[in-house]
Each structure stands twice: as C-alpha cells, then as structure tokens.
Nanobody, 126 residues
Framework: QVQLVESGGGLVQPGGSLRLSCAASRYSFSTTSMGWFRQAPAKEREFVAAIDWWNNHLTYYADSVKGRFTISRDGAKNTVNLQMNSLKPEDTATYYC??????????????????WGQGTQVFVSS
C-alpha cells in the first residue's frame, strides 16, 4: 500500500509563497497520478493539481490556482511538490497529497482517490 507524507505547510501573508512536498513510500507501479486536494473548514475536499507520473509534462490544475501554483515531480525521490505563489486568504485549507491509479483531473472527486496523506495546513493571513 502506498504511503504519502506531506510537509511544508505553515502561515504566510497574502501574496506570499509556500512549497509543499509529498514523499511516497512503498510506491506502486500501478500509481499513475499524484497530486493535491485541499479542504477548508466546513467545505468539501476539492481538487487542486495533479501530475501524470509517467508523463510529467501532463499537469492539471483547478481554475482557482492556475497561473499561481505549479506541480512537479522528482522521480528519483518519489516526491511530488506544489509551489504556491501569490497566495490568497481563500487558499487557506488543509492540503492533502493524493495518489491514484487513474490520472486525476479537475473533475476528479475526492471519493474516487485511492491513497491519501495525513494533510498539512496552510494559513494565508495578514
């Protein structure tokens, strides 16, 4: 079973940047996609970004983060990173690393995802 461990959350002012990382252990070659979802208080978990593990030029983003967030992978380390720039208060949420046997996209529901990390909190506030 794939295990995912996130790091890099924290408190940042609006307009600032954070970088999240997710390390995958017990990696399965059936995993096709890794990415990030987020969940704000009293809201559903929503898709943020994903990358096709075997074709890392294929990336997918939620409209709300396009142009501000960048997802990337390091195959040698089995990690996926999320560079978040120009952060807004509405980006405040718990961010979860996700892995799935099917490529995750902006239409992917959280209930469809195979594996989850424990989550890391991001606070954007002045």
């Amino acid at each position: 079973q794939v295990q995912l461990v996130e790091s890099g959350g924290g408190l940042v002012q609006p307009g600032g940047s954070l970088r999240l990382s997710c390390a995958a252990s017990r990696y399965s070659f059936s995993t096709t996609s890794m990415g990030w979802f987020r969940q704000a208080p009293a809201k559903e978990r929503e898709f943020v970004a994903a990358i096709d593990w075997w074709n890392n030029h294929l990336t997918y983003y939620a409209d709300s983060v396009k142009g501000r967030f960048t997802i990337s992978r390091d195959g040698a380390k089995n990690t996926v990173n999320l560079q978040m720039n120009s952060l807004k208060p509405e980006d405040t949420a718990t961010y979860y690393c996700a892995a799935d046997a099917v490529v995750m996209k902006e239409t992917t529901r959280s209930t469809e995802v195979d594996y989850w990390g424990q989550g890391t909190q991001v606070f954007v506030s002045s």
